[in-house]
């Protein structure tokens, strides 16, 4: 009779060739790449956060669009630690390229490439990813199809290069080959001390679908240049607790 053990390490070694069978090969087999994200790790399989994939972010709004790029700006200061290169390219850029510096990431180590037409986006998307000497891409669409999704999945597997996806339009949403699906929004940030002015960026960061992985929300915060979980706290018990100072 097999032991529970046993039948663990048979169902887990069927979960790492379903895994690689769906693109999560540089996820799997690579080397880890620590973003500093805690507890949020568990929603990926295996606990990593994969690299060498294709990530969708839905950024619709001018600030969710902030939001998104000032989350994937971090991970890119990650991503790029090594000196890596970075191709930005968009119809409608929302970036601020000065505001990189904030989150560890130099503007002249983004290559931002603004072009007018979404199929040239597209293309030009699916020929960078094809340069292994890259270390991510990052792409704003209003549309991805599954075929156009799954081409791009094909690229980053040869290439182990991370493809981050913008999508603007929620309307025109479909399903992807993305290893996730993420929503980032801004929120308030807080100061030390009650003091006024602002404090480090603060987004409510969701996983709407990963695959074989579980889907969540966080609030993370940024600063000192790392990722930080923040406890969720009543709204009510907050204002009681500023009422009383």
């Known amino acids: 009779m097999k032991t529970v053990q046993h039948k663990q390490a048979v169902i887990t070694g069927l979960k790492e060739e379903i895994l690689k069978l769906q693109g999560f090969k540089s996820a799997v087999d690579g080397p880890a790449v620590d973003f500093g994200l805690g507890d949020m790790l568990s929603a990926f399989p295996g606990g ?5 994939a294709v ?18 700006s971090a991970l890119l200061s990650v991503l790029m630690r090594n000196k890596g290169i970075c191709l930005y ?9 000065p505001s990189l510096a904030r989150f560890g990431l130099s503007p002249d180590r983004v290559v931002f490439i603004d072009l007018s037409a979404e199929k040239d986006v597209l293309w030009a998307s699916e020929e960078a990813l094809k340069c292994d000497s890259l270390s991510a891409v990052v792409m704003e669409l209003d549309q991805l199809s599954f075929a156009q999704s799954r081409r791009l999945q094909l690229v980053v597997e040869k290439s182990k290069v991370s493809c981050f996806v913008i999508r603007r339009n929620a309307e025109k949403l479909s399903s992807t080959t993305a290893v996730a699906r993420w929503q980032v929004t801004a929120v308030e940030s807080e100061t030390g001390g009650g003091m006024p002015g602002l404090g ?3 987004w409510k960061v969701e996983l709407l679908k990963v695959k074989n992985g579980l889907p969540g929300s966080w609030t993370l915060e940024y600063a000192g240049g790392q990722f930080g979980l923040v406890a969720e706290v009543d709204k009510d018990s907050k204002a009681a607790e500023r009422k009383a100072v």
Do not use: C, N
């Open 55 to 72: 990530h969708e972010f839905i950024g619709t709004s001018l600030e969710d669009a902030a939001a998104t790029g000032g989350f994937i």
């Open 48 to 52: 990593r956060f994969p690299v060498g």
């Open 89 to 97: 390219i968009s119809a409608q850029r929302k970036l601020f390229p």
């Open 200 to 202: 480090f960026p603060r």
